[in-house]
């Protein structure tokens, strides 16, 4: 029963490279969702799936690309890493895309830039 | 602006008594509220939701509280214990659109 499982758990980069992180759920959720944390800023969306086939912006996507590669998972792609974009990563699915549907959540990304 | 603001500073309370967080907002029309708990080095946990025309709902140990025309959340947890020591999260979401806009987070240390 794995939930959401994303890799790698770690990753060091240098400003320039490209890299993508995966997620994976295995729940049958029809939307998926990228955040970044970072401290004192809380949780902030960068892409959401609201179902398989559509991806839309969030509050945050400069930089970033999302590929939802069918129903199960939805990649994140990075072209040219920057030192902003040094944060957690977090991946999240729900049933439907809507505000009373709860999220659940993968353990996360923690990628630095140098 | 918008804004969702909860407890600045770290919360300590003895084990056994009430641990009370808040999210205040400002700028957002949520027709959800939910509450989430965050450990160290996880993703977040889904707790709790909330709809606007609920004053509280409740689960076992915990309680929220959802007051739209104050724009605040109250979360509580009664008879604490050093287990329930985590960050806790709330996040609004709205009737349209499908985003979730999250707090920083309130850090709860439960002391023994």
């Known amino acids: 029963n794995a939930g959401v499982t994303q890799t790698p758990k770690f990753q060091v980069l240098k400003t320039g490279q490209s890299m993508t992180l995966q997620c994976a759920q295995d729940m049958n959720h029809n939307s998926m969702y990228w955040y970044r944390q970072d401290p004192g800023m809380g949780l902030r969306l960068i892409y959401y799936s609201a179902s398989e086939g559509t991806t839309d912006k969030g509050e945050v996507p400069n930089g970033y690309n999302v590929s939802r590669l069918n129903k199960r998972e939805f990649s994140l792609r990075l072209e040219s890493a920057a030192p902003s974009q040094t944060s957690v990563y977090f991946c999240a699915s729900s049933e439907r895309d809507r505000g009373n549907q709860p999220q659940h959540f993968g353990d996360g990304t923690r990628l630095s830039i140098l | 602006s918008q804004k969702i603001e909860q407890n600045s500073e770290a919360l300590n309370i003895q084990e056994g008594k009430t641990a009370t967080l808040t999210c205040n907002y400002t700028?957002?029309?949520?027709?959800?509220l939910q509450w989430y708990r965050q450990d160290p080095g996880r993703g977040p946990v889904f707790l709790l939701l909330i709809r606007e025309n609920e004053k509280e709902k409740r689960k076992e140990r915990l309680k929220v509280t959802f007051d739209t025309t104050l724009k605040q959340s109250l979360f509580h947890i009664t008879a604490s214990q050093p287990a329930d020591s985590a960050t806790y999260l709330c996040a609004l979401g709205e009737n349209t659109g499908n985003q979730f806009y999250f707090g920083t987070g309130t850090s709860l240390t439960v002391i023994p």
């Open positions: 700028n957002y029309s949520p027709a959800y």
